[in-house]
């Protein structure tokens, strides 16, 4: 099953972790050996990077965590679309997370 990225952001939009995490499961799994992006696509990515952020603040479980910070590992191999994991409250939260 192919997801786009409209559709990670719809799930992720729902705040229901159960359909985040598919989601995200299924779209680290495409890309885990992918190395390059759709220019056409950069607007979509970041803001996929800028509602897992925000999912990362909430109180969530720690196979939806996972997901989310892979597919940030996933994204911050795009240059060009790393404007939300360089904003003022994105690298504490990175942080705190990966040292969990």
């Not at 996929?48 to 965590?65: I, W, Y």
């Amino acid at each position: 099953m192919k997801m786009d990225l409209s559709a990670i952001i719809d799930a992720l939009e729902t705040r229901e972790q159960e359909a985040a995490l598919r989601a995200l499961q299924i779209y680290n799994k495409e890309k885990n050996q992918c190395f390059s992006f759709p220019s056409e696509e950069q607007e979509d990515r970041e803001r996929l990077g800028e509602l897992l952020l925000s999912f990362l603040d909430r109180d969530v479980q720690p196979s939806c965590k996972l997901a989310c910070l892979e597919t940030i590992r996933i994204l911050s191999r795009d240059k060009s679309s790393l404007a939300p994991f360089s904003s003022r409250p994105a690298p504490p939260c990175a942080s705190a997370h990966a040292a969990r």
